[in-house]
């Protein structure tokens, strides 16, 4: 921070010679004004031969991808002939297998809009902002508040049957509060009570859904019925 | 009288006038013709002329964002190609595909990287967002560049989900049947919203030429215009973000005396 430089006062009578300047550095600023001093390269060529290194790493390592692996391609597409099962593409595998539980308002409608709006409101939350370490602040009543919405969340998918969810979930929420008071312990254990709240419920979600897409993906045959990847079954 | 050489018929014509024309400033061998690649270079202006040096390094960002915009630009140049062979009608959309894996040149490796290009997009985006959510740098002030990012992965989705349509085999038939059906069960909105998308009420022709133009027109000019928007932002919210640091956080903390 030294090598910043000093601040100068200029006083003077004239105001059109030297304006007043006030500053006034909110946590909300510009960001010129938050800069520190650090050491700065050129971008060129620093940053774009990197870029371009990089997009050529892509373009060799995607190419190779193609040479080895095929793009599915099966009979032309026959609107009275259902595969069984019909599957979505992988990423929305999630979502399809969130609908052999929940019916489709819940599984195709609400909850992947409540995951969007989430996503989108995750700057503007104070919680994500300001958040320490979950255990650092509250007692007993944050302990019963965080049990509570572990077991609630738990309750509620093994309510529909849902485990693929149920047990990832009351599986996060045993880690969550064996992370309490681990402020003194072995390193792993002090690692996981800096973890913030909201970084606990993006790992849910990452999890849940995680579970959620290979389940779908790998283990649902004729019917959604639960098969083992290595049956000889092959839907794509 | 010397041979010439690469170097020296290089350095010459980027003397002519013609070049000094098109690019106004010499070779980059000043930090001020550096300075001048960047910031005269309509496509390098989204960067800043210089960067910190440590964000260049591997744990500052994995470089997941710039996989995601290498993928872009591969998944744009092979997309073009297959355009060439492709045509969004029944039952010739199949055939091309069959002319694309046993009549063109290199029309299946063509295929298969577009493929495989398009789900590394995707498996990128979704990387490169928690990377951004893990280091916290969805922080003010870099916000509104946090939501342009959703936007974006749901865009890439889009294009994904409109793309996987367009070989009209059983796959893509069913995969979008099953997916589209999802979008009925929204209330009010749904119905009419999934008439529109497929332009009739089952997965038919209308659905794949609607699909076509959302996949090589909308899609891709959207994306084009947020990844534009969304690379300026990370310069005017200052650099690239990698992981928290400890006194940075609050810029007051550290300004201290």
């Known amino acids: 921070m030294s090598a910043l430089p000093p601040i100068s006062i200029e006083e003077s009578n004239d105001p059109l010679a030297t304006p007043r300047r006030v500053a006034l550095v909110r946590p909300d600023t510009r960001p010129a004004v938050r800069r520190r001093e650090e050491t700065y390269v050129m971008t060129f060529p620093h940053l774009v031969v990197r870029e371009i290194i990089l997009f050529q790493v892509v373009t060799i390592a995607l190419s190779i991808a193609a040479l080895l692996f095929d793009a599915p391609l099966q009979g032309i597409a026959n609107p009275t002939e ?61 302990l019963a508040a965080i049990t509570t919405a572990i ?51 993006m790992t849910w979600f990452v999890i849940v859904a995680s579970v959620l897409t290979i389940i779908g993906t790998f283990f649902r045959g004729p019917g959604w019925s639960f098969v083992w990847p290595w049956a000889s079954f092959r839907s794509w | 009288m010397r041979a010439p050489t690469v170097g020296g018929v290089s350095a010459w014509l980027r003397e002519t006038s ?25 496509f390098l202006h989204v960067h800043p002329v210089k960067v910190r040096a440590k964000t260049l390094r591997l744990s500052h960002t994995l470089w997941l964002g710039g996989i995601t915009i290498a993928c872009t630009l591969i998944l744009y140049a092979s997309g073009i190609l297959l355009m060439f062979y492709y045509h969004p009608s029944v039952p010739q959309a ?26 590394l997009m995707v498996f990128a985006a979704f990387a490169h ?95 084009i215009v947020l990844v534009s928007i969304h690379i300026w932002r990370v310069r005017k919210d200052g650099g690239v973000q990698g992981p928290p640091e400890d006194d940075a956080s609050s810029p007051s903390a550290g300004e201290q005396p």
């Not at chain 2, 609607?210 to 027109?217: E, K, N, P």
């Open chain 1, 82 to 142: 259902t595969p069984n099962p019909a599957k979505a593409p992988w990423y929305f595998l999630g979502l399809q297998e969130l609908l052999h539980y929940f019916p489709p308002v819940v599984a195709g409608v609400l909850l992947p809009g409540l995951v969007v709006i989430a996503l989108v409101v995750i700057p503007y939350a104070r919680i994500n902002l300001s958040a320490g370490p979950l255990w650092a602040r509250g007692g007993p009543r944050l």
């Open chain 1, 151 to 201: 077991v609630g969340v738990a309750a509620f998918a093994a309510l529909f049957d849902c485990w693929p969810v149920a047990v990832p979930t009351l599986a996060v929420g045993v880690v969550m509060l064996a992370a309490r008071g681990g402020e003194r312990g072995s390193r792993f254990r002090r690692a996981l009570a800096e973890v913030t709240l909201p970084e606990w419920i």
């Open chain 2, 18 to 42: 013609v070049y000094r024309s098109i690019v106004r400033h010499g070779v980059a061998d000043t930090n001020l013709n550096r300075s001048l690649v960047v910031m005269e270079n309509l």
């Open chain 2, 94 to 119: 199949y055939r091309d595909m069959k002319e694309l894996q046993f009549v063109v040149d290199d029309g299946l490796f063509l295929r298969n990287l577009h493929r495989w290009g398009a789900h």
């Open chain 2, 129 to 223: 967002m928690l990377r951004v959510f893990y280091h916290r740098a969805y922080r003010p002030p870099r916000q509104f560049n946090w939501v342009v990012g959703v936007v974006l992965l749901l865009a890439t989705l889009g294009l994904s989900y409109t793309g996987y349509l367009l070989p009209w085999d059983q796959l893509a038939f069913w995969g979008v049947s099953v997916g589209t059906n999802m979008v009925r069960a929204a209330p009010w909105i749904g119905e009419p919203f999934r008439f529109l998308l497929l332009g009739g009420h089952v997965v038919s022709e209308n659905a794949l030429l609607r699909f076509y133009v959302l996949h090589c027109v909308v899609l891709p000019v959207t994306l």
